[in-house]
Nanobody, 128 residues
Framework: QVQLVESGGGLVQPGGSLRLSCAAS????????MGWFRQAPGKEREFVAG????????YAADSVKGRFTISRDNAKNTVYLQMSSLKPEDTAVYYC?????????????????????WGQGTQVTVSS
């Protein structure tokens, strides 16, 4: 059974940084896509960033481009989201997700229906 466990959330001041981790188990993710989504109170869940594990390509939403970086550690079966220059509008529950399809191109999955497995989420609050 696939399990995704997020960690690293918390309270941070505007302009600060956090690194989220997502440890995956139950399957080797060396050929699939993994990503981060977030859901703020009263809003729909939205894509943040993703990585095509087999090719190594990444893609980030415009709202976080240049501030957030997604990366992976194959040996640890873990994906990270490094968040910098955080803003109050980044406050949300952040979810890790894993796909079930292999992409042989550089395409990075970025829609919820492209992901089959989800973590429980970790809260990120940006406030002074």
């Amino acid at each position: 059974q696939v399990q995704l466990v997020e960690s690293g959330g918390g309270l941070v001041q505007p302009g600060g940084s956090l690194r989220l981790s997502c440890a995956a188990s139950g399957r080797t993710f060396s050929s699939y896509g993994m990503g981060w989504f977030r859901q703020a109170p009263g809003k729909e869940r939205e894509f943040v960033a993703g990585v095509n594990w087999s090719v190594g390509s990444t893609y980030a939403a415009d709202s976080v481009k240049g501030r957030f970086t997604i990366s992976r550690d194959n040996a640890k079966n873990t994906v990270y989201l490094q968040m910098s220059s955080l803003k109050p509008e980044d406050t949300a529950v952040y979810y890790c997700a894993a796909g079930s399809r292999i992409y042989f191109s550089s395409y990075v999955p970025r829609y919820e229906y492209e992901y089959a497995y989800w973590g429980q989420g970790t809260q990120v609050t940006v406030s002074s």
